[in-house]
């Protein structure tokens, strides 16, 4: 796609000061004898005399393997690609972005915007979250399916840097939808008012994930045991951080919040209780 429509890569930088922002140069070997690494060499070749290699070079030189790299490695070259100091016309980059993962979701990837810098958007590669985009589609008629899912956790880590507080009050928040939704289509009965414990209790009970439905037999019961026990934690801890840190209570102007490391952990939580409740009751329904 790159070849075909003949984008830029490097977009407004030169190819080895854009090479430079992935790769390490001068640990890399150059295929010209006169200069000691990779940097000297492209300069050589494509700053001195940009005739001497095509425009699309990068694709086929080994010492990139772009073709076969690591997946991080690919990412992270894309996603620079896309970069305000790299590209500044946002109309071009939204439009990369959405070929890069028109491409990506094949291989289950996405670039979504991780933070800004003076109200321009930095991108970063992710996996996409297991069990989110593989949700039925048939359940088109309810508000929490797999692309619902797949947004609010984007909202969430798009807000952990710019907005701690309010990640961990839309953690908080999506775990309990989550619960809320699974008790329903289960018809199991429940109240608004329940304390986000109860309703992680009662949704793992309905479920059957409760540690006393584990048999003994099983492999590896008491660590399954262990980790099941330990969803209710997870609960508690985010109804606490929410209450004292996150959105959704007012606190006094000069309360200072948590950092983004803070906020990172509770959004790392709730998705993976999240995302491990929702593909549980997708299989049982399977």
């Not at 890569?9 to 640990?27: A, H, I, T």
């Not at 985009?133 to 798009?158: C, D, H, P, W």
């Not at 590896?220 to 330990?230: E, P």
């Not at 934690?233 to 007012?250: C, K």
């Amino acid at each position: 796609m790159l070849r075909l429509e003949q984008v830029k890569w490097s977009g407004r930088l030169n190819e080895p000061d854009f090479l430079v922002r992935v790769f390490d140069l001068e640990k890399m070997p150059s295929y010209d004898g006169r200069f000691k690494n990779a940097y000297g060499d492209i300069w050589q070749h494509r700053i001195s005399n940009p005739t001497d290699w095509d425009e699309d070079w990068i694709y086929g030189d080994k010492r990139f393997n772009l073709l076969k790299c690591e997946d991080e490695t690919f990412l992270n070259f894309l996603c620079e690609m896309i970069h305000p100091v790299v590209r500044s016309d946002l109309q071009e980059t939204e439009q990369l972005r959405q070929w890069f993962n028109d491409y990506l979701a094949a291989d289950g990837y996405e670039i979504i915007e991780r933070s800004n810098i003076s109200g321009r958007p930095i991108y970063a590669g992710r996996r996409k979250v297991e069990g989110v985009l593989s949700v039925s589609l048939a359940r088109k008629e309810t508000m929490f399916n797999g692309e619902y899912l797949s947004r609010q956790v984007n909202r969430i880590e798009t807000a952990i840097n710019q907005d701690p507080d309010l990640a961990i009050g839309t953690s908080k928040e999506l775990v309990e939808t989550c619960c809320k939704t699974i008790l329903q289509e289960l018809g199991a009965e429940f109240e608004d008012k329940w304390e986000l414990t109860k309703l992680v209790k009662e949704t793992c009970r309905k479920l059957k994930l409760t540690p006393d439905d584990i048999p003994d037999s099983a492999k590896a019961s008491d660590t399954i045991k262990r980790l099941l026990s330990n969803l209710a934690s997870v609960a508690q801890g985010l109804s606490e951080l929410r209450n004292s840190y996150g959105t959704g209570h007012g606190k006094s102007a000069q309360e200072k919040g948590l950092t983004a490391r803070h906020a990172k952990l509770a959004a790392g939580a709730a998705t993976t209780l999240v995302v491990f409740l929702f593909e549980t009751h997708e299989s049982n329904e399977k």
